[in-house]
């Protein structure tokens, strides 16, 4: 929603006045914020209560490894539309700088959206790892997964607001690769382009096909390093 309301009003269709662009991004803000403090707790809580090295003690056997991967090819499934379009927006902001009142509120509203989607996706990932039995992980999955959804959960408490009229809204694509769309754009563009290239490298080469094995190959290299070092592994017999 913020991200249309940073459009001029040919292409986004709606009559916005500074103060209610400032609102909608300042709300926007909050809702990411909001996401990414309680991925903040989970990892203190993992680091400070619990113990990284412990955190990362997985546990494995064929049932729960199934159960992970279930989850957390489930999770990826949730996220990975999200993490998609934060990508898309910030292509966009990159080939269509001219059609913005504001670009760099819109660049930041796609860029928080892709980096809370990664971090939400792989700290559920290490939560899930780190679990001893199946019935934690069916339910940690469920509660966690509802982080993700916080941005939907603030869009549906929305009534009468301008905004839900921009639900569903079509961008217009004007510039393409071989139209040189950043001929004359500011600095801040070409930092843009940067920061989506590097974004869409991450997506293509490891977060679209690879992480929902990310748990699996963790487990593996973890259980392969107490192998490797038999002191660790009898200081635990001795603990238990």
Avoid at 12 to 30: H, K, M, P, R, Y
Wanted: contains cysteine; aromatic residues 14%; proline residues 2%.
């Amino acid at each position: 929603m913020t991200y249309l309301a940073c459009l001029k009003f040919e292409y986004s269709g709606l009559n916005l006045d500074q103060l209610q662009i400032a609102e909608v991004f300042q709300n926007t803000i909050i809702v990411n914020f909001l996401q990414l403090t309680l991925v903040f707790f989970i990892w203190y809580y993992a680091i400070n209560d619990i113990g990284l090295v412990e955190f990362l003690n997985v546990r494995d056997s064929y049932e729960i490894l199934c159960v992970r991967f279930i989850a957390s090819l489930m999770m990826h499934l949730n996220v990975e539309k999200d993490l998609r379009n934060g990508i898309s927006m910030m292509k966009y902001c990159v080939n269509h700088w001219q059609n913005f009142n504001n670009l760099g509120s819109a660049f930041c509203v796609s860029f928080l959206l892709t980096i809370s989607s990664i971090l939400i996706e792989f700290t559920v990932i290490e939560v899930l790892i780190s679990l001893p039995n199946i019935l934690e992980v069916i339910m940690k999955y469920v509660s966690l997964a509802a982080i993700a959804n916080i941005p939907r959960f603030y869009f549906g408490s929305l009534v009468d607001h301008k905004l839900l009229k921009a639900n569903g809204h079509k961008l217009v694509l004007e510039n393409f690769r071989h139209m040189n769309p950043r001929k004359n754009a500011p600095c801040q563009v070409h930092v843009m382009r940067f920061i989506h290239k590097s974004c869409r490298m991450y997506f293509c080469v490891w977060c679209y096909y690879f992480m929902p094995f990310t748990g699996m190959f963790i487990t593996y290299f973890v259980n392969e390093r107490e192998k490797s070092d038999p002191g660790r592994v009898v200081e635990q017999i001795e603990d238990s």
